[in-house]
């Protein structure tokens, strides 16, 4: 049996924790540069506040109800998140964990007997809030896929499953089925979930896990549809640490804190944003063969000032795939150079890897010195110490230090639990 262990309003409850008079009250969480709602709690949600809608236009609603407001603070959340899955794998053991996202995890529960599924995944969660503050919710089923649908409808009515939901006959895995829309259906996309109810007449869950492996690998992407087909028949075809779409590309993008005109702070940008990415390719070992670097200008138009204008982009297709920043950089800001139109006034910049390889598989250059070594102890150096220190203590000068571009965020609380100068005071 497998489990998911979802984080419930996972940024609204790291604020939470330090803020115990916002219990049971009405909060939501900003996106980078205080733009839209990426977090909200129950109570927010209940007032109508919508997800991922522009905090300018929720902003009224949210201060009539005197909504508590912050900005994202992604050092208090990551260090959150290590908690919680720190608890995670003393509870199961680390080979059962698998990390699925910031607040999300699968865990392999083949240690369980089949009666105690219920009584552990309880257990489970009373523990991780408890030791870590966090309230979850946990779905348990044959697959991967069924746990997510148990963890949906757990969360969903919380108060009558109370936040644990256990598929362990077919009899309540045909009905979680049957309440699940297929849209909501775990790999199954926007489009996808169209093409279903309308070319076929498939609604739900259900219905999706009645049709022929073979239709799912001829309408439903090839292996990708056949795996999903059989989990939602009670299959396991995911196993831990598989993911049901490989990922194919990593992007770093942000909206600067104010209007940029200067090339050297959009140099500064994008070198700050391939930095990162190569830290996210190394996190998962793998190297990237191609580069791709966008602006977005604003446009002119005092009536579309919170529109962009068409976004402008190139790539580079490297010699070889590298995950070593400074390899990045340097076709980074060539293209910077590239795209820079004088005068324009821009708001955003990203940088994306693609063509991604394992690291391990990178062929040298029989022509060139090997360097590869001296350029992997370099980037461990410095994701060791950034990571322990924070704040990217270590970064090429290319990223800058003053960084007047940098996001806003003017309503972010304090990073208790990183940074010695903001600890927790207790009057």
């Known amino acids: 049996m497998y489990a998911i262990v979802d984080c419930n309003s996972f940024y609204c409850s790291c604020e939470r924790l330090f803020r115990p008079d916002l219990e049971r009250k009405p909060v939501v969480v900003l996106s980078n540069n205080d733009g839209c709602i990426i977090s909200r709690s129950d109570e927010a949600k209940s007032l109508g506040v919508e997800m991922a809608g522009p905090y300018f236009k929720a902003k009224p609603l949210i201060e009539k109800h005197k909504v508590a ?16 899955m720190d608890t ?33 995944a309880k ?54 089925l049957k309440k699940t829309a297929v849209g ?33 690998r001829k309408y439903l992407g090839g292996v990708v549809g056949m795996r999903l087909l059989r989990e939602l028949k009670g299959i396991p075809a995911i196993g831990l640490h598989d993911e049901l779409v490989n990922k ?21 940008a994008v070198a700050t944003y391939t930095s990162r990415a190569a830290e996210k390719l190394r996190r998962q070992h793998s190297a990237a063969r191609v580069i791709t670097v966008f602006v977005v200008p604003r446009e002119e138009s005092p009536a579309a000032q919170f529109r962009h204008g068409p976004t402008l982009a190139t790539h580079w297709v490297l010699p070889k795939a ?7 950089i340097k076709p980074a800001l060539a293209m910077v150079k590239q795209l820079y139109r004088q ?33 992997r102890l370099l980037m461990d150096m410095i994701d060791n110490v950034n990571f322990s220190q924070r704040d990217d203590l270590l970064k090429f000068a290319s990223s800058g230090t003053t960084r007047d571009w940098k996001m806003r965020q003017e309503l972010r609380s304090g990073r208790y639990t ?10």
């Open 248 to 268: 194919k590309m990593i992007a770093t993008t942000r909206m600067f804190g104010v209007p940029v005109t200067d090339i050297r702070d959009i140099r500064e």
């Open 88 to 120: 995670l794998r003393h509870l199961v053991g680390e080979q059962r964990v698998e990390v699925y996202s910031v607040d999300e995890a699968f865990l392999l529960l083949d240690m369980v007997p089949p009666g105690e599924l219920d009584k552990v």
């Open 322 to 328: 590298t995950s070593f920043t400074h390899e990045l």
């Open 418 to 427: 990183t940074r010695w100068n903001e600890l927790f005071q207790v009057s």
């Open 184 to 216: 909501d259906v775990w790999g199954i996309g926007g489009q996808y979930a169209h093409k279903l109810r309308e070319q076929w007449c498939i609604y739900d869950a259900l219905q999706l896990s009645h049709m022929q492996e073979e239709w799912g």
């Open 123 to 176: 257990e489970i969660r009373e523990t991780v809030e408890q030791w870590t503050g966090i309230s979850v919710s946990i779905g348990v089923a044959p697959t991967k896929v069924l746990s997510k649908v148990a963890n949906r409808l757990a969360k969903k009515n919380k108060k009558a499953t109370n936040c644990v939901l256990v598929l362990d006959n077919r009899e309540k895995l045909t009905a979680a």
């Open 343 to 375: 005068g324009a006034v821009y708001k955003k910049a990203g940088v994306m890897l693609s063509g991604l390889v394992p690291d391990v598989s990178v062929q040298g250059n029989l022509f060139t010195p090997e360097t590869k070594n001296k350029g």
């Open 69 to 84: 407001t912050f900005s994202s603070n992604y050092n208090l959340y990551g260090d959150l998140s290590m908690r919680v």
